[in-house]
């Protein structure tokens, strides 16, 4: 007798244990089931992508895949790198997240999780696991006035790259006063004094007597991850603008007066400068580098207009460009600016460059002088960091 009710306690015990296993089990199960009938949410699969060009900066998509039986009202997402980051919320619809909390080029692990209408949390799911991208990069391309192109005297030798004064130099400055110091962006100035859209893709001899390989070849070899930036000004060389100006200047020198110089404008804008001829293969050059670009990288492209230059001096006391040649000129820069923006299509952003840019004296006329490049390069930066 003693021996069965040993039996029998040994089998009351197996069943409390076996009773008790399930019991612990069905307060999570694998759909979570709740003791008042929710359930937890599920994910599924997630999925880090990388950065993109319609990204903003520093931020990547998550694709997720995950199920509740109620909705889910949002998505969380931490970092696990030396520690566990703090859990940030994500928008349900587009889920992204940030890197601005972590450090670029270093080991790191995603976790994404779902939060359902009632604050019931998934498991974490591990998104990624690897090292991130390294700091943005702003590319800088086309012709001179990207190349940071400057000379002082006509007999005197030019300068036709210069990263320090061109306009790349304020762009990358701006957006590390924005940006954490870690992710601050790295820059490569790849404009040339003279090249035309052709050039970008062809490659050609600038006017210091270098030969240069093709820009759009040069990007793709730059922009292959990251958050990439390449902000162009070209355009202008594929038409025969630097003729006209210099004859410009020469009539514009002996008119002597204001109407001698209304009528020398007219003359070099509407009889002289090829636009008509050479607008349209400014505006198939354009799409055929965009669509290069769209295809071959992962870059955000901004293209930038040229600045008026009416008012601006070619010596002290002197513009050969008066404001009695403002309606032509604005009327020539209008003409460049619209063949560029037909050929851009939405793959990039256009840039005005309004305000006063002032330029070089002498030979380095009109490019821009260092503040001139400041001015656009904050300009630029402002488009870059609010899109």
């Avoid at 070849?217 to 990251?226: C, E």
């Avoid at 209304?262 to 198939?284: F, M, N, Q, S």
């Avoid at 492209?301 to 600045?307: E, N």
Wanted: with cysteine; hydrophobic share 40%; net charge negative.
């Amino acid at each position: 007798m003693a021996a069965r009710l040993r039996i029998v306690s040994v089998s009351a015990a197996l069943l409390v244990v076996l009773f008790g296993a399930q019991a612990g089990a069905h307060v999570r199960p694998t759909l979570g089931l709740l003791p008042d009938g929710d359930t937890r949410p599920v994910v599924h699969s997630a999925i880090l992508q990388a950065p993109h060009a319609l990204d903003p900066l520093l931020e990547a998509r998550v694709d997720i895949d995950a199920s509740d039986n109620d909705a889910i009202a949002r998505y969380e997402y931490r970092w696990i790198g030396t520690g566990t980051g703090m859990a940030r919320a994500m928008n349900v619809r587009q889920p992204r997240v940030s890197y601005a909390s972590i450090r670029p080029d270093a080991p790191f692990t995603l976790e994404v999780r779902a939060v359902d209408i009632h604050n019931n949390a998934s498991d974490w799911f591990e998104a990624w696991k690897g090292t991130t991208p390294s700091p943005p990069r702003v590319i800088v391309a086309g012709d001179s006035i990207a190349s940071g192109y400057t000379r002082d005297w006509f007999t005197g030798d030019a300068t036709c790259r210069s990263n320090s004064l061109s306009y790349g130099s304020t762009i990358v400055a701006e957006m590390a006063k924005v940006l954490p110091s870690a992710w601050a962006p790295t820059y490569s100035n790849i404009a040339w004094a003279g090249a035309g859209v052709g050039n970008m893709l062809a490659g050609g001899d600038d006017s210091c007597g270098e030969t240069h390989a093709s820009q759009v070849a040069q990007i793709g070899q730059l922009a292959r991850s990251t958050w990439n930036i390449v902000v162009i000004t070209a355009g202008i060389n594929t038409t025969n603008w630097t003729d006209v100006m210099v004859d410009l200047t020469k009539d514009t020198a002996v008119s002597m007066t204001k109407d001698g110089d209304r009528k020398a404008c007219d003359l070099a804008l509407h009889e002289t400068w090829d636009i008509d001829e050479t607008g349209p293969v400014v505006a198939r050059t354009t799409r055929k580098i965009v669509r290069e670009l769209r295809d071959e990288t992962n870059a955000s492209v901004y293209w930038t207009g040229y600045h008026d230059i009416v008012g601006t001096r070619l010596a002290p006391g002197w513009s050969p460009v008066g404001t009695e040649c403002t309606d032509e000129l604005d009327e020539a820069l209008n003409a460049l600016h619209g063949a560029i923006r037909t050929g851009l299509g939405p793959e990039a952003t256009w840039i005005d460059i309004d305000g006063s840019i002032t330029t070089q004296d002498w030979a380095g006329w009109p490019h821009p002088d260092a503040a001139g490049h400041a001015a656009i390069g904050r300009l630029i930066a402002k488009a870059i960091l609010e899109s």
